[in-house]
């Protein structure tokens, strides 16, 4: 992880949106790839997505904002370098406007759960796509506090997909983690972590 934070910390702004867009992006190209390759058609996987009112707030939304409040009030328990993921999060969203951390979390929202739910957990189960999504969360591997609660976090996404097959749902659910917390992260005070 240090080596990471260390080369997060070398590139500008600039460079870090451009390796965050090309990183989403080959994770999307992965996505259709493996979907063309493992789906017998295209519209199965197309399926997958629908907007049900109903399931977006319920399965969606409300998970999203649990997650958020559990997450706050861990960070707030916890001492700040347990939360620490080498200052990479700090620089994705700290100096980002609403809208581009609205565009980030959609991004990284969208380009996820296709891959993850709707190509490896449709594929290959609940329990590997929950998994791998936790580990591909590298930074967080030699932080256990961290690690365990992307872990909770894609199983809990994951359940949900299982609940509802719905990739619109987990797309709502990851964009309201993703979006609320780099939202806190852009204007945290020093009062809401332990130092």
Do not use: C
Not at 72 to 95: M, Q, V
Not at 143 to 161: N, W
């Amino acid at each position: 992880m240090t080596r990471q934070s260390e080369i997060i910390k070398s590139l500008t702004d600039q460079e870090l949106r451009k390796q965050l867009f090309f990183s989403q992006l080959l994770l999307l190209g992965v996505s259709f790839l493996l979907s063309l390759l493992l789906f017998d058609n295209m519209t199965d996987w197309f399926d997958l997505i629908q907007f049900n009112l109903y399931e977006v707030a319920y399965y969606g939304v409300l998970p999203g904002l649990i997650i958020v409040v559990i997450d706050i009030i861990l960070i707030y328990l916890f001492p700040k370098k347990y939360y620490d993921d080498g200052g990479i999060n700090d620089r994705i969203f700290k100096n980002r406007s609403i809208i581009e951390i609205f565009a980030i979390a959609l991004m990284v929202a969208v380009s996820e759960e296709l891959l993850f739910r709707g190509v490896v957990q449709t594929t290959f189960g609940y329990i590997i796509a929950s998994t791998f999504f936790a580990l591909v969360h590298i930074r967080y591997l030699r932080k256990p506090v961290l690690l365990l609660s992307v872990l909770i976090v894609s199983f809990y996404i994951g359940y949900i997909f299982v609940l509802t097959e719905n990739l619109f749902v987990t797309i709502t659910a990851h964009f309201f983690v993703d979006f609320l917390l780099g939202v806190v992260i852009r204007f945290k005070s020093e009062v809401l972590f332990n130092e």
